[in-house]
């Protein structure tokens, strides 16, 4: 039996995706959470065997989550199930400890396939997402310029614009707004803009944000 956890923000995807997989007579749904804070507090105490996790989220986003998970519970298989499929998103959350990486618009017969292949100590990728991955590191020609940030400068840039002022990205990373800030200023100057204005037309342009939340 292959015990797995639901993360995502939305009640009605979590709803969706158990209904698939309690079809499935090896799969058990253990748990789900609505947020990645929740997410690692139940790790913490539970033990698990695959967890599919949305990327972006209120509080705590699936980079974070992620991070914390694979040391908390290191034999736990992190799939990320989200829109994006630009690196370097990819790259930095493979990084962090995720086995899986998965696009929204997968089927369920996918998704079982990842589920099962993880379950079992194998790294699983999207065909699109193995594709994005594989030009981004042979070709310069449209250069993602959001790979020149660290992992905590890509989780602030993706808190901002998913619109958490720098109090709340404070509170949620436990850092000092100066801190926070320090972190922003850096970004921006790799980036080359000047404020969150800038920075949120830049992740629109290379599909790094969710324009349907706008």
């Known amino acids: 039996m292959?015990?797995?956890?639901?993360?995502?923000?939305?009640?009605?995807?979590?709803i969706g995706i158990r209904r698939i997989l309690e079809d499935e007579k090896s799969f058990s749904v253990v748990g789900e959470a609505p947020d990645g804070e929740t997410a690692v507090q139940w790790c913490r105490s539970n033990e698990v065997d695959v967890i599919l996790m949305d990327m972006n989220m209120p509080g705590m986003g699936g980079l974070e989550a992620t991070k914390k998970i694979a040391r908390y519970q290191p034999h736990a298989k992190i799939i990320i199930l989200t829109i994006h499929c630009e690196d370097p998103l990819p790259t930095k959350v493979m990084q962090a400890g995720a086995f899986g990486y998965l696009t929204k618009s997968a089927s369920p017969p996918e998704m079982i396939k990842a589920i099962r292949q993880v379950a079992h100590g194998l790294r699983y990728l999207s065909p699109e997402i193995a594709q994005q991955m594989a030009l981004s590191q042979v070709s310069n020609l449209d250069e993602n310029p959001f790979t020149s940030l660290s992992e905590r400068e890509l989780q602030i840039t993706m808190m901002i614009t998913n619109g958490d002022k720098i109090t709340e990205i404070s509170e949620k990373l436990n850092l000092s707004t100066k801190t926070?800030?320090?972190?922003?200023?850096?970004?921006?100057?790799?980036?080359?803009i000047n404020g969150d204005v800038e920075l949120t037309r830049l992740a629109i342009r290379h599909k790094m944000l969710d324009t349907r939340q706008f």
């Open 2 to 14: 292959i015990n797995i956890y639901l993360v995502d923000d939305h009640e009605l995807v979590r």
């Open 180 to 192: 926070v800030n320090s972190y922003r200023y850096r970004l921006f100057a790799k980036l080359k």
